[in-house]
Nanobody, 124 residues
Framework: QVQLVESGGGLVQAGGSLRLSCAASGRTFRQYVMGWFRRAPGKEREFVAAISRSGSSTYYANSVKGRFTISRDNAKNTVFLQMNSLKPEDTAVYYC?????????????????WGQGTQVTVSS
């Protein structure tokens, strides 16, 4: 089992940057595909980005491609989401999740473990 704890959310002006972190418990972190999802007020949870077990492969939603970067440090059991050029529409609760799958996935049903979420608010 994996426990996930996100941090790094906050309030930022449009055009600014934030870096989210997700710390995972356990020795099996490197066995999981990791993903970031978000849920905006009144909307469904949606995929943001995913990274393979080794970190060599990444996958992004079109809405964040070119602005967000996902990375991981398997030695520190941590996955990151660097968010640049933030827009008001990026405002959401951001969740980190772990999937015991072979390849990166945008399907939230593939992710068995979830963090509690961290709020990101982008003001215009």
């Amino acid at each position: 089992q994996v426990q996930l704890v996100e941090s790094g959310g906050g309030l930022v002006q449009a055009g600014g940057s934030l870096r989210l972190s997700c710390a995972a418990s356990g020795r099996t972190f490197r066995q999981y595909v990791m993903g970031w999802f978000r849920r905006a007020p009144g909307k469904e949870r949606e995929f943001v980005a995913a990274i393979s077990r080794s970190g060599s492969s990444t996958y992004y939603a079109n809405s964040v491609k070119g602005r967000f970067t996902i990375s991981r440090d398997n030695a520190k059991n941590t996955v990151f989401l660097q968010m640049n050029s933030l827009k008001p529409e990026d405002t959401a609760v951001y969740y980190c999740a772990a999937a015991n799958t072979y390849a990166t996935s945008s399907n939230l049903n593939d992710y068995a473990y979830w963090g509690q979420g961290t709020q990101v608010t982008v003001s215009s």
